[in-house]
């Protein structure tokens, strides 16, 4: 069993940015793959970034690429969502989540334990 816990989120300007954390607990977590996603009302979740805790290889979905970076801090237990240059179309929920997988799946179907989400909200 994980346990996930974001924070971070909150109000900010188009252009601005934010960093997202996600504090993991749990046995075994060093294995698990970590993944953000993201959702708004009336609308599936979307996949932001991915990566694994031994690795520093990452992916991105190709509405953030290059606008956000994902990372590991092991020593904390925490997974970190960099965002930049933010823009209204990025709000919405951010969820982390961790996946048994050893692939880099950007699928949510993949992804066996979730937080409880941040909002984000960015104004024009």
């Known amino acids: 069993q994980l346990y996930l816990a974001e924070s971070g989120g909150g109000l900010v300007q188009a252009g601005g940015s934010l960093t997202l954390s996600c504090v993991v607990s749990?046995?075994?977590?060093?294995?698990?793959?970590m993944g953000w996603f993201r959702q708004t009302p009336g609308k599936e979740r979307e996949f932001v970034a991915v990566?694994?805790?031994?690795?520093?290889?990452?992916y991105y979905g190709d509405s953030v690429k290059g606008r956000f970076t994902i990372s590991t801090e092991n020593d904390k237990n925490t997974v970190l969502l960099q965002m930049n240059s933010l823009k209204p179309e990025d709000s919405a929920v951010y969820y982390c989540?961790?996946?048994?997988?050893?692939?880099?799946?950007?699928?949510?179907?993949?992804?066996?334990?979730w937080g409880q989400g941040t909002q984000v909200t960015v104004s024009s």
């Open positions: 749990g046995r075994g977590f060093g294995g698990y793959t």
């Open positions: 989540a961790a996946s048994q997988t050893t692939a880099y799946t950007n699928r949510p179907r993949d992804y066996e334990y």
């Open positions: 990566i694994r805790w031994t690795r520093t290889t990452a």
